[in-house]
């Protein structure tokens, strides 16, 4: 089970951290990612970490603003975000699953939580 938190209303250039903390003894099994989606858009790929924590890889639309991480020990995947900007705007999604870019690679999924960024 997965739980997404950190979202809130937060002023264009603004940062905030989410938090995706998962239940259960195979965390460390998973590759972990971040998904958003917008209103009236298709779910589309942020973030993603290996299962060590040693490689990760971003959407070019976050990419040099946002920093992905994770804590094996707290079982919890972090997507620091800075610079935001009003299109960073959508329900943000952790998943779990192989490492890959597409919402077929995730098996198990967060209820998501809302980032608000106003210009």
């Known amino acids: 089970q997965l739980q997404a938190s950190g979202g809130g209303l937060v002023q264009a250039g603004g940062s905030l951290r989410l938090s995706c903390a998962a239940s259960?003894?195979?965390?460390?099994?998973?590759?972990i990612g971040w998904f958003r989606q917008a209103p009236g858009k298709e779910r589309e790929f942020v973030a993603r970490i290996s299962r060590s924590g040693s490689l990760s890889y971003y959407s070019d639309s976050v990419k040099g603003r946002s920093t992905i991480s994770r804590d094996n020990v707290k079982n919890t995947v972090y997507l620091q975000m800075n610079s935001l900007k009003p299109e960073d705007t959508a329900v943000y999604y952790c998943a779990a699953g192989v490492p890959g870019s597409a919402i077929k690679d995730y098996y198990y999924w967060g209820q998501g939580t809302q980032v608000t960024v106003s210009s």
């Open positions: 259960g003894r195979t965390f460390n099994n998973f590759a």
